[in-house]
């Protein structure tokens, strides 16, 4: 098994990007154990019920962000890669949809917070003016495009150090919720202006100019991302949903533990994320290769994602209660059962992430809609049933079962191709494609 695994690194092809993917996983793991940390340290210092305001807040803005983002992410990376040429159409089209949709988003949270008034609301709407400045990762997407992700990683090691530095301040100064919100929207607009400057630094000969926003590109792009944004939608909807039930159904303070849970849990999908995002064009050149090859870059990343999910599970398995007793302390030691169970999603997770470029790169985005809203609509159901049967540990099974039913439903039944991939990927095996 040990040569098996140095195969898929020795693979030709694969080294190119891994450079690339280097900075990014660096990047990601210094955000991991600095904002772990640090946001530990946050967590302990508002306590359960604070804790769980704040990521109300948050989960209640997720819902919208998928909406925000248009599922323009992946489409300018795989656009910008087939098609160099036309990089500013892309990119300028890409900016104006997002621009446009920030400020309708903004304005319907204000009207939103107009008519429910409250504490809670307001947090939301002061959250609500991040998506100004997301709109420059489009910035992020050209970077991806270029294999040139360091210079991404830069800006937000820099962002990263005065945000973590101002949390750190405002629990010296016993500040209150209101100032880690605020501080939210300060970190984008730190990283806006990052992304600004390293942008003119290495494309000095963009035109901003009108003639290249489009009804044309416009309508290419969105033709595109529509189904994409729409299974974001399903996705954030899945991520955020129980947060949001919790709240409304319990408490802030078991949604705090909850959130404690999920902090520990999803602090790792970092990973799958960074390595689709670094290996997109690797996919892509290897699709314009032939089936065969293409099929097997799709082998070789999900082999590694899926064994990393195994060797997590085992770890929570073993030494969850430890884990939580060390980090969060003993006012959230009730999150450390429901991490146990939210660890196992990060198996499915961290493959569906292949399973999904793979239809992006395939023009077959519309199932990756149908299979996350048929998630999204159980995790619902059953957040609603089993929270109320089982307090907040019912909306990690809720989590977990949803999953497991959408994964037998898609992958079974309707793609046996899927299923292939996952136990070649599992057992190392050398793979051929057969559609």
């Given at each position: 098994?040990?040569?098996?695994?140095?195969?898929?690194?020795?693979?030709?092809?694969?080294?190119?990007?891994?450079?690339?993917?280097?900075?990014?996983?660096?990047?990601?793991?210094?955000?991991?154990?600095?904002?772990?940390?640090?946001?530990?340290?946050?967590?302990?210092?508002?306590?359960?019920?604070?804790?769980?305001?704040?990521?109300?807040?948050?989960?209640?803005?997720?819902?919208?962000?998928?909406?925000?983002?248009?599922?323009?992410?992946?489409?300018?990376?795989?656009?910008?890669?087939?098609?160099?040429?036309?990089?500013?159409?892309?990119?300028?089209?890409?900016?104006?949809?997002?621009?446009?949709?920030?400020?309708?988003?903004?304005?319907?949270?204000?009207?939103?917070?107009?008519?429910?008034?409250?504490?809670?609301?307001?947090?939301?709407?002061?959250?609500?003016?991040?998506?100004?400045?997301?709109?420059?990762?489009?910035?992020?997407?050209?970077?991806?495009?270029?294999?040139?992700?360091?210079?991404?990683?830069?800006?937000?090691?820099?962002?990263?150090?005065?945000?973590?530095?101002?949390?750190?301040?405002?629990?010296?100064?016993?500040?209150?919720?209101?100032?880690?919100?605020?501080?939210?929207?300060?970190?984008?607009?730190?990283?806006?202006?990052?992304?600004?400057?390293?942008?003119?630094?290495?494309?000095?000969?963009?035109?901003?100019?009108?003639?290249?926003?489009?009804?044309?590109?416009?309508?290419?792009?969105?033709?595109?991302?529509?189904?994409?944004?729409?299974?974001?939608?399903?996705?954030?909807?899945?991520?955020?949903?129980?947060?949001?039930?919790?709240?409304?159904?319990?408490?802030?303070?078991?949604?705090?533990?909850?959130?404690?849970?999920?902090?520990?849990?999803?602090?790792?999908?970092?990973?799958?994320?960074?390595?689709?995002?670094?290996?997109?064009?690797?996919?892509?050149?290897?699709?314009?290769?032939?089936?065969?090859?293409?099929?097997?870059?799709?082998?070789?990343?999900?082999?590694?994602?899926?064994?990393?999910?195994?060797?997590?599970?085992?770890?929570?398995?073993?030494?969850?209660?430890?884990?939580?007793?060390?980090?969060?302390?003993?006012?959230?030691?009730?999150?450390?059962?429901?991490?146990?169970?939210?660890?196992?999603?990060?198996?499915?997770?961290?493959?569906?992430?292949?399973?999904?470029?793979?239809?992006?790169?395939?023009?077959?985005?519309?199932?990756?809609?149908?299979?996350?809203?048929?998630?999204?609509?159980?995790?619902?159901?059953?957040?609603?049933?089993?929270?109320?049967?089982?307090?907040?540990?019912?909306?990690?099974?809720?989590?977990?079962?949803?999953?497991?039913?959408?994964?037998?439903?898609?992958?079974?039944?309707?793609?046996?191709?899927?299923?292939?991939?996952?136990?070649?990927?599992?057992?190392?095996?050398?793979?051929?494609?057969?559609r």
């Amino acid at each position: 098994m040990i040569n098996k695994i140095k195969e898929l690194f020795q693979h030709q092809g694969f080294k190119k990007y891994f450079a690339n993917t280097s900075w990014l996983f660096a990047e990601k793991m210094l955000r991991m154990v600095v904002g772990l940390f640090v946001g530990i340290w946050v967590a302990r210092y508002l306590g359960p019920e604070q804790f769980g305001r704040l990521n109300y807040a948050q989960a209640f803005i997720g819902l919208f962000s998928a909406v925000a983002m248009l599922g323009l992410n992946s489409v300018v990376v795989k656009e910008l890669v087939n098609f160099p040429e036309r990089e500013n159409e892309i990119l300028l089209n890409a900016l104006f949809m997002k621009t446009l949709i920030a400020v309708i988003l903004i304005i319907v949270i204000f009207l939103y917070y107009q008519l429910n008034k409250n504490y809670l609301n307001f947090l939301i709407m002061i959250l609500s003016f991040s998506w100004v400045f997301q709109v420059f990762n489009v910035i992020d997407m050209y970077f991806q495009a270029k294999v040139m992700s360091k210079y991404v990683v830069i800006v937000n090691f820099v962002s990263l150090l005065i945000s973590s530095f101002l949390k750190i301040f405002f629990i010296l100064i016993k500040a209150p919720l209101l100032y880690f919100v605020i501080l939210i929207v300060f970190d984008n607009f730190i990283l806006a202006l990052g992304y600004i400057y390293m942008f003119y630094k290495f494309k000095k000969q963009i035109s901003f100019s009108c003639r290249y926003i489009r009804i044309k590109w416009i309508k290419e792009l969105f033709t595109q991302s529509w189904p994409l944004m729409l299974s974001g939608m399903s996705f954030v909807i899945y991520n955020n949903i129980d947060k949001i039930m919790i709240q409304n159904l319990l408490n802030s303070y078991e949604t705090g533990i909850y959130s404690a849970a999920i902090r520990l849990t999803n602090i790792w999908q970092f990973i799958p994320g960074i390595i689709m995002a670094s290996l997109m064009p690797y996919l892509v050149e290897g699709h314009k290769i032939g089936n065969n090859e293409f099929y097997k870059r799709l082998r070789i990343i999900a082999s590694i994602l899926i064994y990393f999910a195994l060797f997590l599970i085992i770890i929570y398995s073993l030494f969850s209660k430890l884990i939580f007793e060390i980090s969060f302390g003993h006012k959230y030691l009730a999150a450390s059962s429901i991490a146990i169970i939210l660890i196992w999603a990060n198996l499915f997770i961290f493959f569906n992430t292949v399973w999904n470029r793979w239809q992006l790169i395939e023009h077959n985005t519309k199932i990756i809609f149908y299979f996350s809203i048929t998630v999204s609509i159980l995790n619902i159901i059953l957040n609603f049933i089993l929270i109320k049967l089982f307090g907040v540990i019912g909306a990690a099974y809720a989590l977990l079962i949803s999953l497991i039913i959408g994964y037998i439903v898609f992958y079974v039944f309707l793609d046996k191709r899927v299923i292939k991939l996952f136990w070649e990927a599992l057992l190392l095996k050398g793979v051929s494609y057969k559609r």
